[in-house]
DNA sequence: TTGTAGGCGTTATCAG
DNA sequence: CTGATAACGCCTACAA
């Protein structure tokens, strides 16, 4: 839509410069040493380590850099030392909700610690993601998997080679951030219970603490049959309403939100009464799971701490040059996840 | 998928190899040109200019080269060209859903013309968006700015040093790509009216095409009224519930879908009928806009196509394709909005 | 504490 | 067409 015209259009004037020469872009360290009368290499210690020049020196030369709007040349500085403050983030599917969060998280951690992001999708294509991360293995300093496709031989190869740390999935050998669902799933099904119900069924994705489920469902003296989604997405939802119903559940647990959501409306399309005759129970909490109506009960998933933590993790690994690889058990951070009761859930009324 | 020759094999034959600091190491052009017996700087060219090199030696090299699995240091390229195949997006909200598919038609596009993306995030304020931006500016050949916050002349000021790309905005002298929100907007109006609705009210975020709105309110004979929101949220649209009902108005359209869900929401809590006694239009078409019941009738804006249209565009400026003359408009690339009618607007029913 | 010199991997400029 | 050689901006022993 129409932005205000600004008055001082006609002042706009200068074209981008043209790419192909470096040009006069910024000041370098020789340009700072000239002005502080110092050697250049003194500017570098001076910018780099704080401790190696004296109190004079330092002031002068920060004010020299200040006056010229010094910045680093970060590419220099890669060369001789391969560290490049980058790391790399591939997420399986960027317009999945569920990695919306996790985006963030990792990106303003990564800022705060003067760190740059570079992110790629995969498309869901263990290949393309692969790709990706070979891609990536030459200009980053690490890399965050979030619920890789590819296969755990393949994550821990690229884990010899670069920091790696995986969210949303366990790798024997690599950090690993993942979601501890047996509080929340827990919550939920005691609350289910508690609403009356008797058997409940899991839609399950990818394979994801089924035995959680059961485990929970039998302190609750409930019933639980499993089934599956072809994908654990909003039409993988609709599609698995006929078993659901076929199932003789009351209530559902879903893998995630996506599920959940696609369950509901085809379940509502049918004329089934949410949660009057049926309860669902989605996982994650996305963005967007409290536009449904009712609005969606959930387990929550803290998938900004995933990101984030993720990140410190990564971050921590090497700051701390901790190489990766052989000896120690490569630490799993476990994030708690709890129920966040909202309205499609709710107790069993007489005539369902 | 099975990789031809991995190096592992070799490699695992003799493991002891020294761990250098900065990791693996791959092979450097110095290599390739040993095992291919030419001199570096004709391995430089058969890389990068394909002609320029006789058939017998490029061929020899790029064996070489794919023996050693080669792979340019883009930070070595970087320093002597300045030129870092990178570019960098930087957006208001990394959560707001409209962003993502931007986010998404961005980093496809790159990566196929082997860029890579860098993301950054402003949360929305216009301080954090110039600080990310400056920092960018060093490592990425280019900027796409995705609804930015910044003011025009700072935006002016960066788009001096670097080409740069505006989306949802638009800025005198920086080429932008903006939703061309009339025709959208008119089949909406023309959708209301035909529904038999005399009164509209606008909920404007940041000044968004009030003008347009009006227009095709006079064009099909409907009263417009135009009202403010002081955030384009969720919140933002429960909040402005009051002075809707307050207008009179019996159809609503919203700058965005985030500001019409939040309506809705209130709208409904306080009883009224969706769409029987008040229509609701958002804008955008996000990401979950149909899992609210009923669903969301939108003006759908072809995010993913801004994403992927403004880095062809910057890409397209990156190689000089077309190198904005000093006098030249810089170009804004529009792409059409279309109404789609979901559940939430309709005709309205006689009790209301 | 500070200066000197060499190198990081590529590209670009000259000669040959 | 190809081979030397000098940047590119920064870091880091090694001296002074």
Redesign the interface.
Known sequence: ??????P??AA????????????K??ATIYDIAKVAGVNPSTVSRALSKPGRVSAKTQKLIEDAAAELNY??????R??P????N?FGLIVAD??N?TF??I??GA??TA?LRDY??????SAES??TE?T?AR??M??VDGLILASPRMDDDNIR?IAR??PVVVINREVDGVPCVVPDVNKGISEAVRSLAANGHHKVAFVAGPPRSWEGVQAACEWSRLEAVRLESSKPTVDGGRQVARDVRASGATAVLTYNDLLA?GLMQEL?AAGMVVPDQISIVGFDDI??AD???PPLTTVRSPLGECGSGATTLLLDLLHGDH?PGAGEPAATLRVETELVLRGSSGRLLPGG
């Open positions: 839509m129409t932005e205000p015209k600004t001082d259009a706009s004037a200068a074209p981008a410069k043209k790419p192909s020469r470096a040009g872009s910024s910045q680093v040349n970060p590419f220099a890669a060369l030392t391969g560290r490049t980058t960027i317009t909700p919306f969060d985006i963030r990106e303003t800022t740059t992001l570079v992110l790629a999708e263990a290949d692969l990706a891609r990536m030459a200009t190869a080679d670069k959501i509502q963005f967007g536009f449904t109506t190489l």
